[in-house]
């Protein structure tokens, strides 16, 4: 057996070990991963939706149309304050220019509200929750070997009204709420997913919609009558129709071909209001018997088209269900960022195994060992006023 001698060793000849600073706060420490920013809920969403500024702005994933119809709006109204405002602002008066500005921008307003708002797009069911509703459907089932319903009866304004059971949100939709295909989501009061906009109408957003185009009604029946006088001046004025027609041809044919569709839209909405319907109701002859069964009355009209315009349109806003913004939990942080758990140090244990001691803790300083010779410096753990010779 090899022979060990110890010397002692005056311990204020050793020089004063330099102290390491502490790590700032924030900063990772030398060999670590840099911690991961915690994920929004946006992020992760199910849904067939995008996302802009950080989860404020919500819109669909096939929403190429939209900028198609704000394109139309633009061009139209630009080309009638160019060509045709200026002629009338000098032969009738100057409120014309005033109250086409006022009705574009209510337009726009109205067409970016209903575009990137959340039409009430309900959450889906958590694993719990899945599996609680599962236990009670299976529940309701018989002996027999028919599958258990999907559906349930509720009792709304002494109407019976049923809920299907949606097998991708798993859960039982409220009333009024359907699943819309494109966008993948439970809307509440789910009206249509309307391409020109480029987001689903439901509970949150049908009054932007509503008012959009009502507005782009008076807009273009406005811009289409001013169009009109302004042919109409220039024709008295002794140049004929064909030379007036020439001037301002673009927007009288835009206004002409969608006065129609627009007024036409306008009215169909305004009667599903002052019925208090929607227009998935409306197609699926829900309350109207046009799907072959009863004529039965729609339960949640209130007998008067004042308080169903109320109703519909002045209502307080609901909350949005679907935390954009919000960040996930703890656990589902640390199961999207498993990679980053650090393991503890072998070589610490391994020092505690053979010493018998408990292990240095890792942030603290590394203890001040003097230069040493021993054949097996790794498992040195001498005091600092001893050194292994031999």
């Keep these: 057996m090899k022979n060990c001698d110890y010397q002692q060793i005056d311990p204020q000849a050793l020089p004063t070990p330099t102290p390491t600073p502490p790590p700032h706060q924030g900063e990772p420490r030398a060999g670590e991963d840099k911690p991961k920013t915690p994920k929004r ?9 995008r996302f802009y500024c950080d989860g404020r702005i919500i819109v669909a994933r096939q929403s190429g149309v939209l900028p198609l119809t704000l394109g139309l709006i633009l061009v139209t109204s630009g080309l009638f304050f160019i060509f045709d405002c200026p002629f009338l602002v000098k032969h009738l008066t100057s409120c014309i220019p005033v109250i086409g ?12 509200q209903t575009s990137f708002s959340d039409p ?3 959450p889906r069911a958590t694993p719990d929750e899945a599996a609680d509703i599962e236990k009670q459907i299976d529940q309701t ?4 070997y028919r599958p258990p319903p999907r559906t349930k ?11 299907k059971y949606c097998f991708t949100c798993k859960m039982f939709r409220p009333p009024r ?3 819309c295909s494109l966008c993948d989501n439970c809307v509440e009061r789910f009206d249509h997913h309307c391409p020109w906009v480029g987001n689903c109408v439901g509970k949150r957003n049908y009054r932007f919609f509503y008012t959009f185009i009502v507005s782009l009604s008076f807009l273009t029946a406005f811009i289409f009558g001013c169009v009109t006088t302004h042919l109409a001046l220039r024709a008295q004025g002794g140049k004929g129709l064909v030379f007036a027609l020439q001037e ?7 206004c002409f071909f969608s006065v129609w569709s627009i007024l036409g839209l306008s009215g169909f909405h305004t009667y599903l209001v002052a019925s208090n319907l929607t227009t998935n109701e409306d197609i699926k002859g829900s ?3 046009k799907s072959g069964g009863e004529d039965v009355t729609n339960p949640y009209s209130h007998k008067n088209i004042f308080i169903n315009c109320c109703s519909v349109l002045c209502g307080p806003m609901p909350p949005s269900l679907i935390d954009r913004r919000g960040f996930l939990p703890a656990d589902e942080s640390a199961q999207t960022g498993a990679a980053d758990i650090e393991l503890p140090t072998l070589a610490v244990k391994n020092e505690a195994n053979v010493v018998g001691e408990p292990p240095t803790p890792v942030n603290a300083p590394p203890p001040p060992f003097v230069a040493c010779c021993c054949p097996k410096p790794s498992i040195c753990l001498l005091p600092v006023v001893y050194c292994c010779t031999g």
Excluded: D, R, Y
């Design 177 to 179: 709420t359907s699943h």
């Design 41 to 49: 809920k946006w992020e992760v969403f199910p849904g067939k939706n």
């Design 287 to 289: 309350w109207s018997g």
């Design 248 to 254: 301002s041809p673009v927007e009288l044919v835009i």
């Design 153 to 163: 009866e509720v009792l709304i304004n002494q109407q019976v009204v049923k809920l």
């Design 120 to 122: 009430g797009i309900l």
């Design 141 to 144: 089932g018989n002996t027999s």
């Design 101 to 112: 500005g006022v009705l574009f921008v209510f337009v726009v307003i109205t067409l970016l």
